[in-house]
């Protein structure tokens, strides 16, 4: 038998996903906002946006993994028994 995460586990990893885009993202923002940038700025700005968010997707899933397991770590009888 082959125990799985069960439906909506990663739902956590949104919000850390979100967090991650806005570091990112946001200080680009404010300063194309402030040296008013052209059109071709922008639309370079959402391309790297559109670009970025499997890797931050994919990065924040594995952040909560690891986040969850510090939070709520398994005991070792758990550990072991999964490898065997």
């Given at each position: 038998m082959q125990f799985e995460r069960e439906?909506?586990?990663?739902t956590a990893s949104i919000y850390i996903?979100?967090?991650?885009?806005?570091?990112?993202?946001?200080?680009?923002?404010?300063?194309?906002?402030?040296?008013?940038?052209?059109?071709?700025?922008?639309?370079?700005?959402?391309?790297?946006?559109?670009?970025?968010?499997?890797?931050?997707?994919?990065?924040?899933?594995?952040?909560?993994?690891?986040?969850?397991?510090?939070?709520?770590?398994?005991?070792?009888?758990?550990?072991?028994s999964r490898y065997h």
């Amino acid at each position: 038998m082959q125990f799985e995460r069960e439906h909506g586990y990663f739902t956590a990893s949104i919000y850390i996903g979100y967090g991650i885009y806005m570091a990112i993202f946001f200080p680009i923002f404010v300063v194309l906002m402030i040296i008013e940038s052209s059109i071709y700025g922008w639309i370079a700005f959402f391309v790297a946006m559109a670009l970025f968010i499997p890797f931050i997707f994919r990065y924040s899933r594995g952040l909560w993994l690891y986040i969850d397991e510090w939070l709520n770590p398994r005991d070792k009888e758990q550990k072991s028994s999964r490898y065997h």
